[in-house]
């Protein structure tokens, strides 16, 4: 069976992202077809400070992994989590296998959701974002963001982080898109 050509589950990622589990976040993504909401999970576990990454990806998203765990390690003392981060292997993982990954804007996610993970605290219930990120730590302006955020509200997020560099693209979206959501930009 295709997979993409899935009728659409009002609410299915919506439950999924709204467990408090620690290291869980939505991630917004773009496609050929419109936007797209995936759930991604870190664990972080005893280890030697490495990095695992599955979930059906591409190289561009493997890069943006490596950026945010080196941003994660660069700061790991400004964020509390030196000791754990070096002492810690930690694995992200995207849920939804059946669709392939690309792109950078995941880079902001995989920040937070390594952070959660670090930390065993849980993010905001229903939170997604997209932003691409650098070394330092800095949040980078993304494309796409109409489809993402109109994924975003089908998927039931109530929180959305995305990049301050896209605060006009934001400001000029239509009522009925970002009804019922909180968005806040980030750097």
């Not at 296998?97 to 993010?123: D, M, N, V, Y």
Request: aromatic share 6%.
């Amino acid at each position: 069976k295709d997979f993409d050509a899935r009728p659409y589950r009002p609410g299915r990622l919506a439950r999924l992202i709204d467990a408090r589990t620690a290291g869980r976040i939505g991630v917004l993504g773009w496609t050929e077809v419109g936007g797209a909401v995936s759930q991604l999970e870190a664990l972080a576990v005893v280890g030697e400070g490495k990095l695992q990454f599955t979930g059906n990806v591409k190289e561009h998203i493997k890069e943006s992994c490596a950026v945010a765990f080196t941003c994660l390690k660069a700061k790991g003392q400004e964020l509390g989590i030196d000791g754990l981060v070096t002492g810690m292997d930690l694995h992200l993982h995207f849920t939804d296998i059946e669709t392939t990954k690309e792109g950078f804007s995941a880079g902001l996610a995989f920040t937070l959701a390594g952070l959660s993970a670090l930390r065993r605290q849980p993010l905001f219930p229903r939170l997604a974002t997209t932003g691409a990120i650098t070394l330092h730590g800095d949040v980078q302006r993304i494309e796409g963001i109409y489809e993402k955020v109109v994924a975003a509200r089908l998927a039931g997020v109530r929180r959305l982080l995305y990049p301050r560099g896209n605060s006009a693209d934001v400001k000029s979206l239509a009522p009925l898109v970002t009804q019922g959501m909180e968005l806040f930009a980030v750097s």
